[in-house]
C-alpha cells in the first residue's frame, strides 16, 4: 500500500501531453455487499493487469461488457481494462504487450496458458469529443479518438449506462458513473447523453442496442429506443466490414433469434441480409424460409450457449439457403441442368448479398462449399458417399445436410443414414451402400415418396430443388 502511494507521488502524470477535464458527475461507490460480483468469475490474467498498472501508480480498473457481465452473474467472454496510463505506459510494463489501431489506440496484453491465448484489451481513458474537437480540425480524423482524457469522460463516452461501470477487483468496489446498476435492478437498457446524437455520433449502436437486449433480456428505455426508427438508415454509412462484425457478433450472441427478432421489431433489418428483407417482413410466402432461418438460428444459439464452436461460413450459408432455393429452382425451371443450376445460383445468391452488407470472401468460400456438398448426399451408389466423406469440409455440409432433416426440407431418413454411415465399419457401410439401393433401386425415390406425403412445401426435397 505504501510502495504504492509513494510510486503514485513520485510518477508524472500520465495523462500531461493531451489530457482534457471537465469536471462533474462523481461516481456512485457500489460496495462488494450491493453488486455481489463474484471474484471468481474474475480472470486471473484481467486482474494481474489491473494489479500492475495499480502497482506503478496508474488507476487500472476492469470496465464495460465485463462488468455488466458479472453484475448479471455471467461469466464475461473476454475481459477489457480502462486506465489512465497511455498506451506506451500501458506497453512498457508488460512482456506481451502490443500497440493497435491508429483512430483508436489499444494495447493488446496476451497471456499465454493451458488453452487459447488471453488477450486483454487495455484502453486509455478518452476524452469527449467536444474537448478532442480541437485536434480534429487540426489534425484531422486519426488523432481525435487518441485524445485522452479524465474517467469521468471516458465513462460519459461509453453507450449504455450498464456498459460504464468500473469495477476494481482490489477493492472490489464499482465505480458507477451513469445508474447503471439501478438500470440493471430495473433491467432497462439505457443509452447515455441524447440517444439521437449518440446514435448519430456512430449509428452501429442502434445494432448494439438490439444485441443486448437480446442478451441481457432487459427492454430498452423509451428514450433509447424512439429514435431508432427515423435514424435506422445511417446503418447504411458504416462502413462494410465494421457491420459486417457487428453483424456476425450478433448472430454468435448466443441470442441471435431474439436478436433478429429485435432488428425486425426496430425496423434495422433491411438490405442486412436480403432474407431478412422477405422473411421478417412476414410475406406469407417465406413461411418456409422463416421456419428454416429459425431452426438454424435456435440451433446455433444452443450450440453456442453450450460452449460448442459455430462456423460463420456455416451460419450464412443456412441465412442465405431459403433465397439460394428460390434462384436454384427459376434456374431449373428456365431448363439449365440441375447442378449448373445450382452454381448459378450460388453467384447470384452471392452477389444480391453483397449489394447490402458484404460477408468476407474467407466465409463465402465456405458458404460455396457447404452449399455445392448438399446434391452430393443424395448419390449413395459406388464410390460417391466415400469421395464425399473426404472432402475437407465434410462435416460442415453434413450438419447442413442434418439442419435441413429438421425442417422438413430433406428427409430425415437421409440424414440417418449418412449418421449410421459415418459411425459403420467397411462391413456396415456396403450394407448401407446396399440398402440404399435395395429399397428402390434408385437411391432417391425414397426421399421423394416420403416428402410428398409429410410436406405440403415446394421446397426441393432431391438433389433437383422441385
Ligand atoms: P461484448 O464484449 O459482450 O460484446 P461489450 O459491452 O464488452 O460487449 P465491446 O465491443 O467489447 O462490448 O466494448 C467494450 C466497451 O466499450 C462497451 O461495454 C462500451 O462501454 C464501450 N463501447 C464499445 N463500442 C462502443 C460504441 N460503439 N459506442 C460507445 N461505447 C462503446
Ligand atoms: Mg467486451
Redesign the pocket.
Known amino acids: 500500500m505504501i510502495t504504492k502511494f509513494i510510486k503514485r507521488i513520485l510518477r508524472r502524470d500520465p495523462m500531461d501531453r493531451h489530457v482534457q477535464t471537465s469536471h462533474s458527475g462523481a461516481p456512485k461507490r457500489i460496495s462488494k455487499k450491493a453488486h455481489r460480483i463474484d471474484p471468481h468469475l474474475l480472470s486471473k490474467n484481467a486482474v494481474k493487469v489491473t494489479d500492475t498498472l495499480q502497482q506503478a501508480g496508474y488507476e487500472a480498473f476492469i ?7 458479472l453484475a448479471l452473474g455471467i461469466s ?3 475481459f ?1 481494462v480502462a486506465t489512465n496510463a497511455t498506451p506506451e505506459q500501458v506497453q512498457k510494463l508488460f512482456r506481451k504487450a502490443r500497440l493497435i489501431g491508429r483512430r483508436f489506440q489499444i494495447v493488446h496484453v496476451t497471456f499465454f496458458g493451458k488453452g487459447a491465448p488471453e488477450i486483454i ?1 487495455v ?1 486509455t481513458f478518452r476524452a469527449l469529443l467536444e474537448n478532442a474537437g480541437e485536434h480534429v480540425a487540426e489534425n484531422g480524423r486519426i488523432l481525435r479518438d487518441n485524445v485522452w482524457g479524465s474517467q469521468h469522460e471516458d465513462a460519459a ?4 449506462s ?3 461501470m468500473y469495477y476494481d477487483p482490489s477493492s472490489e468496489t464499482v465505480l458507477d458513473y451513469h445508474g447503471g446498476m439501478v438500470d440493471m435492478q430495473k433491467k432497462v437498457l439505457r443509452m ?1 447523453g441524447d440517444p439521437a446524437k ?1 446514435y448519430r ?2 449509428p ?2 442502434m445494432l ?1 442496442a438490439i ?2 437486449a437480446a ?1 441481457t433480456g432487459f427492454n430498452l428505455d423509451l428514450a433509447t429506443s424512439a429514435p431508432i426508427a427515423k435514424l435506422s438508415k445511417l446503418i447504411h454509412d458504416v462502413p462494410s466490414a465494421r457491420l459486417f462484425d457487428e453483424i456476425l ?1 450478433l448472430l454468435m ?1 448466443g441470442y441471435s433469434w431474439a436478436a433478429v427478432q429485435g432488428l425486425r421489431n426496430a425496423g434495422l433489418h433491411h438490405g442486412l441480409l436480403p432474407l431478412l428483407d422477405h422473411i421478417l417482413d412476414n410475406d406469407p410466402d417465406s413461411k418456409e424460409a422463416n421456419e428454416f432461418v429459425r431452426v438454424a438460428l435456435e440451433n446455433t444459439d444452443q450450440r453456442i450457449r453450450s460452449g460448442k464452436s459455430v462456423s460463420a461460413g456455416f451460419l450464412f450459408a443456412t441465412l442465405l439457403w431459403p433465397d439460394l432455393l428460390i434462384n436454384w429452382k427459376r434456374n431449373i425451371a428456365k431448363g439449365m441442368a440441375n447442378i449448373a443450376a445450382l452454381h448459378d445460383a450460388m453467384d447470384e445468391t452471392i452477389a444480391t448479398q453483397s449489394s447490402g452488407m458484404v460477408i468476407q470472401r474467407r466465409f463465402e468460400s465456405d458458404m460455396r462449399e457447404i452449399w455445392a456438398m448438399q446434391p452430393r448426399f443424395e448419390r449413395r451408389v459406388g464410390r460417391y458417399p466415400f469421395r464425399l466423406i473426404e472432402s475437407p469440409r465434410f462435416r460442415a455440409g453434413y450438419d447442413f445436410m442434418l439442419l435441413r432433416c429438421t425442417t422438413g426440407e430433406q428427409n430425415s431418413d437421409l440424414g440417418e443414414w449418412w449418421t449410421s454411415f459415418i459411425a459403420a465399419d467397411s462391413v456396415g457401410q456396403e450394407a448401407l451402400m446396399a440398402s440404399a439401393k435395395n429399397n428402390t433401386g434408385n437411391p432417391n425415390s425414397p426421399t421423394k415418396k416420403r416428402r410428398r406425403r409429410k410436406v405440403k412445401s415446394n421446397a426441393p426435397t432431391e438433389d433437383t430443388p422441385n
Do not use: L, M, T, Y
Open positions: 470496465v464495460g461488457g465485463a462488468v455488466r457481465d464475461p467472454k473476454d477489457d484489451e484502453s463516452r461509453r453507450d449504455f450498464i456498459n460504464a447515455i449518440r455520433e456512430d452501429i449502436r448494439r444485441r443486448f442478451k457478433k450472441s
